[in-house]
């Protein structure tokens, strides 16, 4: 008897080709995505998976099996799957519930078994599993056991990623599927009105669900996208992209970079490769952080947010969702559950430096839609 590897210990990270591309894809995109991942330093920065959402499919099955767009994928769909192996990612692919993607491509319903069956002699390793046209009498919780059941039966280990858009609070029953993360939210759009619904207002709440082989998704980053790409709406700024990265990891969420990485820009860059940031999110104590302050002030909202750690660290995050540059926001280490006379350590992690040792309360200026996001290190008796 073989022992199956525990998925999803922590936060998975990869790439998912919907954001950026949509319909627009093809081997050679997925190919150059895999040789970025390499050189762009994402591989090394501990991004694996490369996932290729809807429209890969063909019009139809053949001979009951669901089969790649040949135009696309000339070369197959096994054939990237080595590709990406060879690189030493894990791959990843899309279907549906329903009997229809949400592009309308055949989907799973009542093809369970033979579709997990072919996902795993593909060589897929991850399975995002949508819910559009779900037949009339069954619901979320079936279909997703249903398709669990039979990935477990297929003998490969494949990530399951339920994106049931957190219609039947896919939190409450996800983890009894056999999934290891679920979508909580409708879309995510490149939109600072998006990142401010589907991360500050919708993730509210959730935290208990959360831990080491079970996550909460908000979506995928947009980060890096500025206005380009298919789900494009207006684009972000850094600091924006900041806030959204820096939300994402304190909340355990998992890492799926949605832009072009293969032309990314240095301010790209430097917060999808933050290994502070992402080593908030990796954390092997697998907390999902929660809000722990929130100051309304017209329309200047601050709002901090917290994540305890293994080391007993907290990370933070101070975020001004307001729109005055310069805004003060304070921690006070009570709402951290440190005691107030605790001296702390505290680190920048955008600034990657060294504030300092604070008791009681640390704050910091901070501009319109920008974070300070903080490690907060108790500091031992004698140290
Ligand atoms: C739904 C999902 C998206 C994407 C599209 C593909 O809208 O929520 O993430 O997978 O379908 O059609």
């Known amino acids: ?30 190919r150059e995505t895999v040789d970025a991942f390499v050189s762009e330093g994402l591989k090394d920065a501990g991004y694996e998976y490369v996932v290729i959402d809807d429209l890969w499919e063909a019009d139809e099955r053949i001979n009951g099996r669901l089969t790649w767009d040949p135009e696309m994928f000339p070369h197959g769909i096994p054939a990237l799957a080595d590709y990406v192996h060879s690189k030493g990612l894990k791959f990843g692919i899309y279907s549906c519930a329903g009997s229809h993607t949400c592009a309308g491509k055949p989907a799973s319903y009542g093809y369970e078994e033979v579709d997990a069956r072919t996902f795993a002699q593909w060589g897929v390793d991850f399975l995002k599993y949508d819910f559009c046209y779900a037949p009339a009498g069954t619901d979320g919780p079936m279909l997703y056991r249903r398709m669990g059941q039979a990935l477990r039966a297929a003998g490969r280990p494949i990530l399951f990623s339920l994106c049931e858009w ?11 599927t056999g999934g290891q993360m679920w979508r909580t939210t409708g879309d995510i759009n490149d939109s600072w ?45 850094d600091a924006e992209y900041r806030s959204h990265f820096s939300l994402w990891c304190l909340l355990a969420s998992p890492l799926m970079i949605g832009c072009d990485v293969q032309n990314m820009n240095q301010a790209t860059k430097d917060i999808l490769l933050n290994r502070e940031a992402i080593a908030v999110n990796q954390d092997p104590l697998g907390r999902q952080g929660y809000e722990v302050g929130r100051v309304p002030w017209a329309r200047d909202v601050a709002v901090t947010w917290a994540k305890p750690l293994q080391d007993g660290s907290v990370a933070v995050g101070l975020f001004n969702l307001g729109e005055r540059d ?5 921690v006070a280490w009570e709402t951290l559950g440190i005691h107030d006379r605790r001296p702390c350590k505290v680190r920048d992690l955008w600034a990657r430096e060294d504030l300092g040792v604070h008791a009681g309360s640390f704050d910091a200026r901070v501009d319109r839609h920008d974070v300070a996001m903080l490690r907060i290190t108790p500091v031992r008796e004698g140290e």
């Not at 957190?166 to 009894?176: L, T």
């Not at 500050?200 to 908000?218: K, M, R, S």
Request: hydrophobic content about 35%; proline content about 7%; charged content about 15%.
């Open 166 to 176: 957190g219609k039947h609070k896919p939190w409450e029953w996800g983890v009894r």
């Open 326 to 330: 310069g805004r003060r926001i304070a």
């Open 1 to 30: 008897m073989t022992t199956r590897p525990i998925l999803a210990q922590t936060p998975p990270m990869g790439w998912n080709s919907w954001n950026t591309f949509g319909g627009d894809i093809n081997e050679v995109v997925i």
């Open 193 to 237: 009105e998006s990142i401010l619904q589907i991360g500050f207002e919708q993730q509210v709440g959730l935290a208990a669900y959360a831990g080491p082989g079970h996550w909460n998704d908000p979506d995928m980053l947009v980060v890096g996208m500025y206005g380009k790409g298919n789900v494009a709406r207006g684009g972000c700024t």
